[in-house]
């Protein structure tokens, strides 16, 4: 599991309660993962105790449900809404396209969920976030059945990643839904991140990927210069 660097949580702040300010009254929102959703999970708790009036919010982990119910956000599923108005999630990259490497918190699986189903997804980041190519600093997250640990290892490997077991304060990391993380460097970045996502969905035993691509409207990215919409 990467680090949560708190230096940029002020930046992290500004882009999620920007973001907050795109809800609507009687929206499904889709709420995502990690710091920067954190941020924006508390700002829009804010603006329902303000009067707001959500139908509910479909979070991506349980970490993000426990924090929007314990605030008073009315949560849903995917049961009850198929459609999701507008999905908010953070990002691990942003590359010029709004192509993301997602999953450094371990989510990206319900996180592809909920944002495959949203009208809209909006990511939010502060701007060390954004890259010119993906995957230069930050490995593509993998998540993959146990069972097939082994050979889907190998066969990520003879697609040029170096493959890392995700562990967690010592031990192997566990997904929500019982799977592994593999974290597939690729040290010269990610030229082409389609015809890489193609090849390692191919592999019988990878259940999604970290790559997030052309599902990302706009972006909202907060830095020292202030808040500013990529879109
Ligand atoms: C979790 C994610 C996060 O959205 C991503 O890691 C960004 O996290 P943070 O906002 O803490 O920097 O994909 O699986």
């Not at 508390?42 to 970490?63: C, D, K, M, W, Y």
């Not at 010119?132 to 097939?148: D, K, N, Q, S």
């Not at 031990?171 to 993380?181: M, R």
């Amino acid at each position: 599991m990467k680090r949560h660097d708190i230096q940029q949580d002020p930046w992290k702040q500004a882009a999620g309660e920007a973001a907050a300010q795109l809800v609507e009254n009687d929206m499904v929102i889709g709420l995502g993962t990690g710091s920067t959703a954190n941020f924006l999970i508390q700002a829009l708790a804010r603006r329902i105790q303000a009067g707001l009036h959500i139908v509910g919010a479909i979070p991506s982990s349980e970490t993000s449900k426990t924090l929007a119910s314990n605030l008073g956000i009315p949560i849903t599923t995917l049961d009850e809404h198929q459609e999701i108005d507008l999905c908010i999630d953070g990002a691990d990259e942003i590359d010029p396209q709004l192509q993301l490497i997602k999953g450094g918190g371990g989510a990206l699986l319900r996180e592809k969920i909920v944002a495959t189903a949203s009208r809209r997804f909006v990511v939010i980041a502060d701007e060390s976030k954004l890259v010119e190519r993906l995957g230069l600093h930050f490995p593509v997250p993998v998540e993959v059945i146990p069972f097939a640990a082994t050979p889907v290892r190998r066969q990520l490997e003879a697609l040029g990643a170096s493959v890392q077991l995700r562990q967690h304060e010592g031990k192997v990391f566990i997904s929500e839904n019982h799977n592994l993380i593999f974290d597939c460097s690729f040290p010269q970045g990610i030229s082409n991140p389609a015809e890489l996502d193609a090849h390692m969905q191919q592999i019988v035993g990878v259940v999604e990927t970290g790559l997030f691509l052309h599902m990302a409207q706009s972006a909202i990215v907060a830095g020292p210069t202030g808040v500013k919409t990529i879109s």
